[in-house]
Nanobody
C-alpha cells in the first residue's frame, strides 16, 4: 500500500499563488509516475499535470504556462506550483501515484486538498 499526504491548499485571491505538496509513504518502491488531478462539484476528475520518474512532464492545456510540477525522488514528494490563479482553478486537488511491481500496475489517491480562488 501507498499512503499519500497532501498539503498546501487554501483560499487565495485571483492572480495569487499556491504550492501543493504530496508526500508518499508505505510501499513506495517502483513508483513510476506521480501527478495531480482536480475535480470541481458536478464535474469529472481531470488531469492537471503529471511527472515520470525520469522527469518528463505533461500538463493540461488550461494550466500550461501557469502551473509547474516537480518531483524530489529522494523524498518521494511531488509538488505543484500554481501561479496566476483564476477562479476557474477552484477545485479539490488530488495527488496520484502509479506503481508497478511484478508486472502489476497499481494507482493510489490522496484525500485531496481544496483550492479556492476568490476575491
Amino acid at each position: 500500500q501507498v499512503q499519500l499526504v497532501e498539503s498546501g491548499g487554501g483560499l487565495v485571491q485571483p492572480g495569487g499563488s499556491l504550492r501543493l505538496s504530496c508526500a508518499a509513504s508505505g510501499s513506495i518502491s517502483s513508483i513510476v509516475a506521480m501527478g495531480w488531478y482536480r475535480q470541481a462539484p458536478g464535474e469529472q476528475r481531470d488531469l492537471v499535470a503529471n511527472i515520470a520518474q525520469g522527469g518528463s512532464t505533461n500538463y493540461a492545456d488550461s494550466v500550461k504556462g501557469r502551473f509547474t510540477i516537480s518531483r524530489d525522488n529522494s523524498k518521494n514528494t511531488v509538488y505543484l506550483q500554481m501561479n496566476s490563479l483564476k477562479p476557474e482553478d477552484t477545485a479539490r486537488y488530488y495527488c496520484n501515484v502509479r506503481r508497478i511491481r511484478a508486472g502489476l500496475t497499481s494507482t493510489y489517491w490522496g484525500q485531496g486538498t481544496q483550492v479556492t480562488v476568490s476575491s
